[in-house]
């Protein structure tokens, strides 16, 4: 019996090598939700210098940076420049073997790089534990994956790259021109209904108070989960995603005493809503029916 039959046949199996794989792609996610935002603002930097035609500022700018790219240079403490060694760097169990602290500076690391790995893991488990082994569960690991960076790039920078929302928005289309999770017509349907709705309610919201209420890049996220899911799950996204919203927004007002006028980033309330209902969409939409009478 070959890996790839072990891994049809056996649960557990797949389980524990998908929970694997999740912490080492959660290091490396780590890696894109810290740099991507650099890598980008300096990409801007040099077209704005570009377009103005600072050639002094560009050259210096060129001569100054070191090549910054999600490979180049190898990682390093912040706070020391240690370059961090193969050992230093597995997902979880170095964090606690170092005792959270950069083995030459001593200074502390960040609880949160275990934190986005393990929660790559547990939610990569989640997905084959739901899908099995199946390409539904390939492509939904990829949307997985691609949510944990946009959330957190976006509740760090208020940021929805495109570089990461445009490809996972073809690739729910494409698939889908197979069937893999909805039909092509519903994927379509979709991507147009959730771009233009939010569109939509942003600019009546800009009309009535002359306040950019979100940002375009949370149209294209909710056009991301229609051409995976279709546009009869937008409605149940949009419901859950403003919900959450809601409580987290009110919890910091009262606990926190942050101003109503506090931008807090939709981005991941969206990733959320949209992750649930790709798992639990026709679960809530049954359970919904029947406690509505409307279920036969």
Not at 49 to 73: G, M, R, V
Not at 106 to 135: C, D, N, Q
Not at 206 to 222: A, I, P, S
Request: charged letters at 10%; a negative charge.
């Amino acid at each position: 019996m070959n890996f790839i039959s072990l891994l049809q046949s056996s649960t557990p199996v797949l389980i524990g090598t998908t929970i694997l794989l999740g912490l080492i792609v959660g290091s490396f996610l780590n890696v894109v939700i810290h740099r991507l935002p650099l890598m980008l603002e300096r990409e801007w930097q040099s077209q704005c210098a570009e377009l103005l035609e600072c050639e002094e500022h560009l050259e210096k700018s060129q001569t100054d940076s070191k090549p910054l790219t999600l490979n180049q240079p190898a990682s390093s403490c912040p706070h020391c420049g240690h370059k961090i060694r193969p050992w230093e760097n597995i997902p979880v169990l170095s964090y606690l073997i170092l005792g959270a602290k950069c083995s030459a500076c001593k200074k502390h690391i960040s609880i949160r790089y275990p934190i986005i790995e393990m929660m790559t893991a547990i939610l990569s488990a989640t997905i084959v534990w739901h899908f099995g082994f199946s390409f539904q569960a390939g492509f939904a690991l990829i949307l997985t994956w691609s949510l944990i960076a946009l959330s957190m790039i976006d509740a760090d920078h208020k940021l929805l790259p495109d570089s990461i929302v445009l490809p996972v928005l073809w690739l729910g289309l494409i698939i889908n021109l197979q069937g893999v999770f909805t039909d092509s017509h519903s994927s379509i349907v979709g991507a147009v209904a959730g771009y233009m709705s939010l569109w939509m309610i942003f600019k009546i919201h800009n009309l009535l108070t002359g306040k950019e209420g979100m940002g375009y890049g949370d149209f294209k996220l909710f056009a991301l989960f229609g051409a995976w899911l279709g546009w009869q799950v937008l409605p149940m996204v949009i419901l859950i995603s403003s919900l959450t919203g809601s409580i987290v927004g009110l919890s910091l007002i009262i606990l926190k005493g942050h101003g109503r006028d506090t931008q807090i980033p939709f981005g991941p309330y969206i990733a959320v809503a949209g992750w649930i209902c790709l798992i639990w969409g026709n679960e809530i939409m049954q359970f919904y029916l029947e406690f509505s009478g409307l279920s036969e």
